[in-house]
């Protein structure tokens, strides 16, 4: 069990960006599989980014075609943090972020942040 905290959303133009944070507890190097999920108002929530760890050093990543091209995944072990760098924001991007570690299924979440994209 470990917990996580989100930080770094806010309020942001169109065509601006952002870099969540998601800082753990615990080590990330008991956790293979990491991930930001989003929700939207009226919307289930959603995979953005996700990260597996295939060796201790590299890593697999995805993106939701939605946000390809413009989010990044990273991890720091060093700082127990996950990073999702939004960039060209859009107003469709609006919704509650949240830091998944462990898997959706049987992992931990944070509180959630909310990001809010101005037209």
């Known amino acids: 069990q470990v917990r996580l905290v989100e930080s770094g959303g806010g309020l942001v133009q169109a065509g601006g960006s952002l870099r969540l944070s998601c800082e753990a507890s615990g080590s990330l190097f008991s956790f293979k599989d990491m991930g930001w999920y989003r929700q939207a108002p009226g919307k289930q929530r959603e995979l953005v980014a996700g990260l597996v760890a295939t060796t201790p050093v590299t890593s697999i990543r995805n993106y939701a075609d939605s946000v390809k091209g413009r989010f990044t995944i990273s991890r720091d072990n060093a700082k127990n943090t996950v990073y999702l760098q939004m960039n060209n924001l859009k107003p469709e991007d609006t919704a509650v972020y949240y830091c998944?570690?462990?898997?959706?299924?049987?992992?931990?979440w944070g509180p959630g942040t909310q990001v809010t994209v101005s037209s």
């Open positions: 998944n570690v462990g898997g959706a299924r049987s992992g931990s």
